[in-house]
């Protein structure tokens, strides 16, 4: 028996792993999920990862620790600060130690809103690691956020979801004020040293699913789980995507 840990990505809550947790339980799995502190413009990374400690067990090991989307620069903070078997990234950014997601995808960004910003880009050093890289965003998402817009919010994030379940989850958003996942240097000083999997979302609007394989092999070294749908599986295919958890065990 394993623990789901489920950490949500931004704009969201603990509650969009609603519709996902009954299926791990009824296999006989073990789930916790929080709220991280998006609302505060404050918030940093490691005030993410903290949420995410302060609701695990004490005693339990066997974690598989599941990151969705912004998730993906928390979840490896987590895995320094308490044992875990597993990472999961679900169509999630995937940090890299001391460097922040910007300085990594900056080259996606027009050069305007880049200078409104007060943007500085990184040594062509840090950079060159990135160059071979796919863009990591699709850029129809850039500069869009859907907790100010209902109509975005369903165009990016709840697309392919049921009409009920996506009215029921917009309703649900929350207000992302905290940018550390774009803009704060990851704390990490080295990758964990822990098993990881990738789980790309074919029809992804936000995170290219093109970046996503890329870069499962050149950062975590796997081959990125295929599965059918948007950004938000755990609303849109809780079925499937308990089946693809399941599977990674």
Sequence with gaps: MALFCLVHGACQGAWCWDLLIPHLEARGHKTVAMDLPIE????????????????????KGDVILVGHSMAGTVIPIVATQRPVRKLVFLAA???????????????????????????????????????????????????????ESDAVAMEIFFHDCEPDVARWAISKMRKQESMAYIYEVSPLKAFPDVECEYIVCTDDR??????????????????????????????????????ALLNVL
């Excluded at 505060?40 to 302060?54: G, H, I, N």
């Excluded at 796997?222 to 809780?238: F, K, N, Q, T, Y």
């Design 40 to 59: 505060d413009p404050s918030a940093t990374l490691s005030d993410f990862a903290d949420a995410v400690v302060q609701a695990l067990p004490e005693d």
């Design 93 to 147: 950014l995937i940090p890299y130690p001391q460097i922040s997601t910007l300085d990594q995808f900056y080259d996606e960004i027009d050069s305007n809103t880049l200078n409104l910003l007060n943007y500085q880009p990184p040594e062509a050093s840090k950079f060159e690691q990135f160059c071979d890289e796919p863009n990591m965003y699709n850029p129809a998402s850039l500069g869009k956020n859907p907790s």
């Design 206 to 243: 936000i995170i290219s699913p093109t970046w996503s394989r890329y870069a499962a092999r050149k950062r975590l070294g796997v081959d990125a789980i295929e599965l059918p749908g948007g950004h938000c599986p755990s609303l849109s295919r809780p079925v499937h995507l308990a089946d």
